[in-house]
């Protein structure tokens, strides 16, 4: 039975899987999920987990959540090189130092900037207050500022000269502002310069194909008309607001 990957790939931690698995040419079946329209909250996905929520690894009858858990577990049933996920304790330990960090700093950030720049305004038609605005992208900037001083530095990428999962989940995350028209690399030398070089690595084809919905977004408001609004994303703007 093949691998089974239930994505959608407006999720920067779907995108991080989805392109892991086909870098390293690992085999796998996409499985959609379409957010926009709720699908994680139907039955037919309920039956695969019960958290709701994309990325899910299906492996025969082994089903796993959580994208890093994902990614470490492809990198270790598939034998994919080293760099990855160095077997070194102290270039691991950077890799999940990184990956620690990033969920409540440039994941929770960069989406929050994706959902006030690109998703409220294609719901109602309406900006968000700039005063909420600017603070997101204050915080946004400062967690890039943190990568740069801290994870990245003066090194190629994260862990040294090799790309890691670190670069992976970094690149897709700061991907997601992008998307709705706001360049995170501009003016960031470092940073724009080791883009280039994460992207040269996974291979700018794969990269553009992974990212080609988000680079899309200004879509989202016919998205919406055609399928209506999910009960999940009122709920989700009114938690916002409040």
């Not at 990957?5 to 779907?14: A, K, R």
């Not at 796993?64 to 990614?71: D, V």
């Not at 605005?133 to 890039?144: K, R, T, W």
Request: with cysteine; charged share 25%.
């Amino acid at each position: 039975m093949p691998l089974e990957l239930y994505l959608d790939l407006h999720s920067q931690p779907c995108r991080s899987v989805f392109l892991f698995a086909k870098i390293n040419k690992i085999p796998f079946e996409f499985k959609s999920v379409d957010l926009s329209a709720g699908e994680q909250y139907g039955a037919e996905f309920g039956k695969v987990s019960i958290i709701r929520k994309v990325p899910v690894l299906k492996d025969g009858d082994f089903i796993l959540t959580e994208s890093t858990a994902i990614l470490q577990y492809l990198a270790a049933n598939h034998h994919t090189p080293d760099h990855w996920y160095p077997a070194d304790l102290q270039k691991r330990a950077r890799v999940d130092e990184f990956l620690s960090w990033q969920h409540s700093n440039i994941r929770t950030h960069g989406s929050k900037v994706f959902w006030f720049r690109g998703v409220i305004p294609a719901i109602t038609g309406a900006p968000v207050p700039k005063e909420k605005m600017d603070a997101a992208v204050e915080d946004l900037n400062v967690s890039l500022k943190t990568f740069e001083d801290k994870f990245l530095q003066s090194r190629p990428f994260i862990i040294g000269e090799k790309i890691s999962l670190a670069d992976l989940v970094a690149i897709v995350e700061m991907m997601q502002p992008v998307g709705t028209g706001l360049d995170v690399f501009q003016d960031r030398p470092a940073l724009n310069a080791w883009r280039d070089r994460v992207k040269k690595e996974i291979g700018v084809e794969v990269f553009d194909e992974a990212h080609e919905v988000i680079m899309n977004v200004d879509t989202l408001p016919q998205t919406f008309e055609n399928k209506g609004l999910p009960e999940f994303l009122k709920l989700k703007i009114q938690k916002m607001f409040n």
